[in-house]
T-cell receptor
Framework: IAGITQAPTSQILAAGRRMTLRCTQDMRHNAMYWYRQDLGLGLRLIHYSNTAGTTGKGEVPDGYSVSRANTDDFPLTLASAVPSQTSVYFC???????????FGEGSRLTVL | GQNIDQPTEMTATEGAIVQINCTYQTSGFNGLFWYQQHAGEAPTFLSYNVLDGLEEKGRFSSFLSRSKGYSYLLLKELQMKDSASYLCAVMDSNYQLIWGAGTKLIIKP
């Protein structure tokens, strides 16, 4: 089934550890995004990529990095996790930057 | 600053009609989206409005008034499976999406 796959689904890690959330899409979409979702707040954009080889910062990029080596993969790395990064992380993609978003199932991250 | 406002929670009865409002103040406008999100799941696309007026898609309709900075999502013939959060998002002049916090809709039998 075509779509977006995120891994892991859920993770608990200690503060200070490095963590990479994986995201792969098989729809050949140009644009990809990482959002975090916290209770009572709207989705907040962390980083985005309009096309392979390019990335940009969103609303809340501090403490996170991304890469887009090819069309399909868009990993999100937390270099040194902190408790405020406890959240549900959604990867999404769209055909073009102004189009409908397709979301992965989310990665629930708890930093202790 | 940019802002999207929608009610935090609404309750409606199965079979009835409910209207979920969304007001926005953004730097420019390039369209408004509605997404549905069931608890513990990913958001899924419902509708997109860029011109004023009503867009109908089955039991769901979405309305936009750009001059008023206002949209609503209308759900008819409510079913229990419509219990979910409904997210309003506006694309600003830089093609960045600004998201509301979502409206949790509770459907009662």
């Amino acid at each position: 089934i075509a779509g977006i796959t995120q891994a892991p689904t859920s993770q608990i890690l200690a503060a200070g550890r490095r963590m990479t959330l994986r995201c792969t899409q098989d729809m050949r979409h140009n644009a990809m995004y990482w959002y975090r979702q916290d209770l009572g707040l709207g989705l907040r954009l962390i980083h985005y990529s309009n096309t392979a080889g390019t990335t940009g910062k969103g609303e809340v990029p501090d403490g996170y990095s991304v890469s887009r080596a090819n069309t399909d993969d868009f990993p999100l790395t937390l270099a040194s996790a902190v408790p405020s990064q406890t959240s549900v992380y959604f990867c999404a993609s769209s055909v073009e930057v102004y189009g409908e978003l397709f979301f992965g199932e989310g990665s629930r991250l708890t930093v202790l | 600053g940019q802002n999207i406002d929608q009610p935090t929670e609404m309750t409606a009865t199965e079979g009835a009609i409910v209207q979920i409002n969304c007001t926005y103040q953004t730097s420019g406008f390039n369209g408004l989206f509605w997404y549905q999100q069931h608890a513990g799941e990913a958001p899924t696309f419902l509708s997109y409005n860029v011109l004023d007026g009503l867009e109908e898609k089955g039991r769901f309709s979405s309305f936009l008034s750009r001059s008023k900075g206002y949209s609503y999502l209308l759900l008819k013939e409510l079913q229990m499976k419509d219990s979910a959060s409904y997210l309003c998002a506006v694309m600003d002049s830089n093609y960045q999406l600004i998201w509301g916090a979502g409206t949790k809709l509770i459907i009662k039998p």
